[in-house]
Nanobody
């Protein structure tokens, strides 16, 4: 079993910054990818950024240049630094981990950007 613990969501004004973190624990043998998705009210869940170990990093076009995904820090932890936040970034952000062909999701953390 794999557990994902997310933190760092909250409310911020447009132009502000937030940093999300996701720590994976449990039966972790080989993480293939860690990343973040988000789901706004009435919309489908969408990719924000993903770090594929040993391969590459991908970002949604809407966040390029503003968001940075990284894994430098605690073991089995991925971070999402979000700068220049816009109201359109308001959503529930979900951590996603892929291990040996299986996909695991975090419980989600709310990010609200509003003046």
């Amino acid at each position: 079993q794999v557990q994902l613990v997310e933190s760092g969501g909250g409310s911020v004004q447009p132009g502000g910054s937030l940093r999300l973190s996701c720590a994976a624990s449990g039966s972790i043998f080989s993480i293939n990818a860690m990343g973040w998705y988000r789901q706004a009210p009435g919309k489908q869940r969408e990719l924000v950024a993903v770090f594929a170990y040993g391969v590459n990093t991908n970002y949604a076009d809407s966040v390029k240049g503003r968001f940075t995904i990284s894994r430098h820090g605690a073991p089995n932890t991925v971070y999402l630094q979000m700068n220049s936040l816009e109201p359109e970034d308001t959503a529930v952000y979900y951590c996603n981990v892929q291990i040996l062909g299986k996909t695991y999701w975090g419980q989600g953390t709310q990010v609200t950007v509003s003046s």
